[in-house]
């Protein structure tokens, strides 16, 4: 079994101050590749806090982390953030685009970092616009989009680089219905096409188009940790 995501383990304490806060509590988990995974949990679970470790935004307190077969969880911030970049395809429900540059100089960013050179790294970023219906935009910044194009812009930034992983933030909480439904069809696409995809929300409708959902309760894993 080949799993692109493994956690033994997995402990988060901040300290604050005297007082000790357990975000995580020997979390468990096991994600195979070409999964789609949705983690869910109430404020205060602990979900936000995985996702970091995860998306190597963070690092466990205690226990390992793998992340495509290579132990991450005690990695310097340079060798994390080279992970970052080359593994791990971020999605966010607030887009994180970049205000000042237009849409095809976002999504040619994580190109930019690998050191693809400048005319291969265009192509590559305009062609997978096209793809996502946004050929007549790649000039505009922005704030010249709606929420839904915003977020197509995005995906395209975070799949760019064919990362190990696709980690989704709310990806559908900042846009109205329709444009909420146009972007899960694109990760339902995304899917079929083998990539590993991990969706942290709230909306157990949202949940329900993953292969299965991991549910946090006060900082452990309480059911769909692995596999069926």
Known sequence: MSFV?????????????????????????????G???????PSGSGKSTLMHILGCL???????YFLDGEEVSRFSKNKL???RNIKIGFVFQTFNLLPHINVLKNVELPLMYA?????KRGKMAADLLERLGLGERLHHKPSELSGGQRQRVAIARAVINNPAIILADEPT???????G???LTIFKELHREKNTIIMVTHDPHIARIADRTISLKDGEVINGNITQ
């Open 5 to 33: 995501i493994k956690t033994e383990e997995i402990k988060k304490i901040y300290h604050m101050g005297s007082v000790d806060v357990h975000a995580l509590r020997s979390a468990n988990i096991q994600i195979e590749a």
């Open 35 to 41: 999964e789609f995974v949705s983690i869910m949990g």
């Open 58 to 64: 963070d690092s466990p307190s205690e226990g390992k």
């Open 81 to 83: 953030a080279w992970i």
């Open 115 to 119: 050191g693809v050179n400048a005319s």
């Open 173 to 179: 909480g900042n846009l109205d219905s329709q444009s």
């Open 181 to 183: 439904s146009d972007i």
